[in-house]
């Protein structure tokens, strides 16, 4: 008997995670929905950044010389970090503002 | 008139010898195989067999030639087409170029630009690289080959280059081999030695292209079939002349004397290198795979018990099917594992997933031994939230789309790609300047002109580095007050001079 209530239990228990599971797989739709609709946009867009030229081998060798005496990597991610930190101080700047405006 | 006799009969033997090969193409006068559609299921298994693995044979003519009948069979899969306009890769002081693919005749050597160095450290993957453009045949590198004019460089699996100086035909390829010779001399690791034709044609075939390495490919990548048709086999059997003697060349004869041989039930097994283990492959797999290539030698299961007792639940070998090969063990061969109970996650495939020079079957008899994944497994552990009995597993949500979008070139989205495409190029590791130099003498001197160099700055390259990383600590220090000060406006020290004694107090 206790064999059976348990499986009836367990029934329940799964038809609950089957809706659970319903719900997430629409989520998941939703999301990628959105997702196939970004990427129409991006597709869509008929203006395109420039190719990038080729360097000539030369100027390749060139650069790693310079890169030999002088860390330029450094600097190419130093650059990434400050144009990255900067936007996400305005993220954070923005919300700051908002809270102190609506607290007045 | 015994002249006249004798000049007459020399220019009937003539005329007889040359008569005998109509067109003087070829000397070959048989084996003729017989069409695929008069062929035993057996027959027609084994000229598979012999187009599919076509990589175990030995010999350049046999090699040549039975790659002739592989591809032309299409047992060499559908590869890209046009070997696209390559990506540029920074490697070394130079930028080289990866190719959209090899695997389709004629190779690569349609692409002969860029530079190789020798002191390339990048990702240990297996990567067609070209390694010199047109005119540089005075190229110097620090370490390696001292001069290549042309070719192509395979960066190993193991460290080191595959390369080709210059470039004549697979027979020339080279590839490393740390602590032996470099072209018949002794040189400084990564050493490199000679590689077999087919060797090399294997390794061409490792590395299919990706989409992303191609600009203008046909196809992202190419992939070997498990079968052919009997169509495709004629067509490769057509492609060496199975059934035309005359029209053979050496590699043509090489190859179907063996097929001939196939066919009569002659000697069938040819020593072949261990393949590796697809990843959802059981041993019972694997060694049908060994089987059909002729290997009747004795096979020995063992349960893989280092690893049920080492490896990682989240490992590679944890998620590996029940009765998976785990290691193989050939002869007298050291033992090749699958997954590598010392790896950072213990159980996780190894690095390379396979070696450069697996072990040789070299005979139909020789033992084999695998270690297996055992029914008893541990691996996966049990799921401790569910509970066996009553699983209600539920669904998570998935941002990989959203994740997954490729913004490409588009304006003004693709804003992070293109910068990092402009600004790749300036990213390369550093290497030493090697240059020489010329300086005219004065002609009263009654000299001409003297040469220097190569001069070679790698010996400060231990300054050079000690430089750079004080430079890199300065720079990140800068950095951080920068956007401390500058750009997020925080200047809690005051005024620095406040701090300065002026004498007002005693």
Known sequence: VLDVLGQILCWIKQIGAMVLSALVDGVNLVIAGLAAFVQFLIDADPISFPSVPTWPSAMSTAYGWIAWVFPVGVVIDILAFVVVAWLAWQLVALGLRWAKLTSE | ?506
């Not at chain 2, 012999?50 to 040549?64: I, M, P, Q, V």
């Not at chain 2, 390495?213 to 190419?222: E, F, L, P, T, Y």
């Not at chain 2, 002659?266 to 059909?292: K, W």
């Not at chain 2, 008899?365 to 049990?382: A, H, L, Q, Y």
Request: net charge negative.
């Open chain 2, 1 to 506: 008139m015994r002249r006249v006799g004798l000049g007459l009969a020399l220019a009937i033997a003539l005329v007889g010898v040359v008569g005998a090969f109509p067109g003087s193409a070829s000397a070959y006068t048989g084996p003729v195989l017989p069409p695929v559609s008069e062929m035993s299921t057996v027959q027609k298994t084994a000229v598979q067999t012999r187009f599919l693995h076509w990589d175990a044979l030995a010999g350049d003519d046999l090699t040549t030639g039975m790659f002739r009948g592989a591809e032309a069979a299409g047992a060499e899969g559908a590869g890209v087409g046009v070997l696209g306009t390559a990506v540029g890769i920074p490697m070394g002081s130079y930028l080289v170029y990866k190719l959209a693919s090899p695997i389709t005749s004629p190779f690569i050597y349609r692409k002969i630009t860029g530079h190789d160095s020798g002191t390339y450290s990048g990702p240990d993957t297996y990567q067609w690289r070209s390694v010199c453009a047109s005119g540089c045949a005075t190229t110097s590198l620090s370490s390696g080959p001292t001069t290549i004019t042309s070719g192509f460089v395979l960066r190993g699996a193991s460290g080191g280059y595959f390369y080709s100086p210059p470039f004549t035909g697979f027979a020339g390829v080279m590839h490393n081999a740390p602590g032996t010779e470099y072209n018949g001399s002794t040189c400084s690791s990564p050493c490199i030695k000679g590689r077999t034709t087919a060797e090399m044609r294997r390794q061409v075939t490792v590395q299919p292209a990706q989409a992303s390495d191609c600009v203008s490919c046909a196809q992202a990548g190419g992939s070997q079939p498990s079968s052919l048709n009997d169509t495709q086999l004629q067509t490769g059997l057509d492609a060496i002349n199975g059934a035309n003697p005359g029209a053979r060349d050496a590699p043509d004869q090489a190859a179907v004397t063996v097929i001939a041989d196939d066919l009569a039930g002659g000697s069938s097994f040819v020593p072949f290198a261990l393949p590796q283990p697809e990843a959802t492959e059981t041993y019972s797999q694997y060694v049908q795979r060994l089987r059909a290539r002729g290997w009747l030698g004795t096979l020995t299961v063992e349960s893989a018990s280092a690893l049920e007792a080492g490896a990682d639940p989240a490992s590679d070998y944890a998620s590996a099917p029940v009765h998976a090969p785990a290691g193989v063990l050939v002869g007298s061969f050291p033992i090749v594992w699958q997954f590598d109970v010392s790896a950072p996650t213990p159980g996780d495939r190894p690095d390379p997933e396979w070696p450069d020079n697996p072990p040789r079957i070299n005979g139909p008899n020789t033992p084999v031994t695998i270690k297996e994944k055992p029914p008893t497994t541990v691996f996966p552990p049990p799921d401790p939230g569910g509970g066996d009995d009553c699983p209600c597993d539920v669904a998570s949500i998935d941002f990989g789309p959203l994740a997954g979008i490729d913004t490409g070139d588009s304006f003004p989205f693709g804003v992070f790609g293109f910068f990092s495409d402009v600004l790749g190029p300036f990213n390369v590791s550093g290497d030493a300047p090697v240059f020489d130099f010329t300086l005219d003498c004065p002609a009263l001197a009654g000299c001409d002109t003297y040469e220097f160099g190569p001069v070679d700055l790698d010996v400060m390259d231990g300054y050079m580095t000690v430089v750079r990383g004080l430079l890199t600590v300065l720079l990140w220090i800068g950095a951080v007050w920068l956007v401390a000060v500058k750009l997020l406006g925080f200047k809690a020290g005051g005024d620095l001079t406040d701090g300065v004694d002026d004498g007002s107090v005693a």
